[in-house]
């Protein structure tokens, strides 16, 4: 099966808003719509940091890559935010397509590296992603990476800046 992968325009972003919508529902993670997400993405894939991969016509699958400068690269790393296929057009090749075109994305850019995160107990994910040569252990170390994060409060308009 030939699976197409374009990259995604400004003019996509509602494709991949509802596709990144389903994906959140589909894992009871907080989505906070359609709307809302179209907007986002039509203002971050207008710039140079983001860039989304749709699969399939019409689209069934999509990747969201983040670029960042890096102390450690000389190009950008790459940070895979998102992959996803929808539930019945899944195991056909679409996810490694995407992958594949995201790494082609990140070496056109000049990167070196691609991060994904991914939940502990997403048995399926961590299987993909390894029998596509990634690892969560750094060469050398026993123990497996850890990702950590923290949604940070807004600021307190009454505290001082500074």
Request: charged share 20%; net charge negative; aromatic share 8%.
């Given at each position: 099966?030939v699976?197409t992968?374009?990259?995604?325009?400004?003019?996509?972003a509602?494709t991949?808003?509802?596709?990144?919508?389903?994906f959140?529902?589909?894992?009871?993670?907080?989505t906070?719509?359609?709307?809302?997400?179209?907007a986002?993405?039509?203002?971050?894939?207008?710039?140079p940091?983001?860039?989304?991969?749709l699969?399939?016509?019409?689209?069934?699958?999509?990747?969201?890559i983040?670029?960042?400068?890096?102390?450690?690269?000389?190009?950008?790393?790459?940070?895979l935010?998102?992959l996803?296929?929808a539930?019945?057009?899944?195991?056909?090749g679409?996810g490694?397509?995407?992958?594949?075109?995201?790494?082609?994305?990140?070496?056109?850019r000049g990167?070196?590296?691609l991060?994904?995160?991914?939940?502990?107990?997403d048995?399926d994910?961590r299987?993909?992603?390894?029998?596509h040569?990634?690892?969560?252990t750094?060469?050398?170390?026993?123990e497996?990476?850890?990702?950590?994060y923290?949604?940070l409060?807004?600021?307190?308009?009454?505290?001082?800046?500074?």
């Amino acid at each position: 099966m030939v699976v197409t992968v374009d990259v995604a325009g400004v003019g996509d972003a509602g494709t991949v808003a509802v596709l990144l919508d389903a994906f959140n529902r589909e894992f009871d993670s907080p989505t906070p719509g359609p709307e809302v997400l179209t907007a986002r993405l039509a203002r971050l894939l207008a710039g140079p940091d983001m860039v989304a991969l749709l699969a399939g016509d019409p689209p069934v699958g999509f990747a969201l890559i983040t670029l960042r400068p890096n102390a450690f690269y000389d190009g950008p790393v790459g940070l895979l935010d998102e992959l996803y296929v929808a539930p019945p057009r899944r195991n056909r090749g679409i996810g490694s397509a995407l992958l594949d075109a995201a790494e082609a994305v990140v070496r056109g850019r000049g990167g070196q590296l691609l991060e994904i995160n991914v939940d502990g107990q997403d048995t399926d994910a961590r299987r993909f992603y390894e029998r596509h040569g990634y690892t969560d252990t750094e060469p050398g170390q026993p123990e497996p990476s850890y990702y950590y994060y923290r949604e940070l409060p807004p600021p307190n308009p009454l505290q001082p800046k500074g």
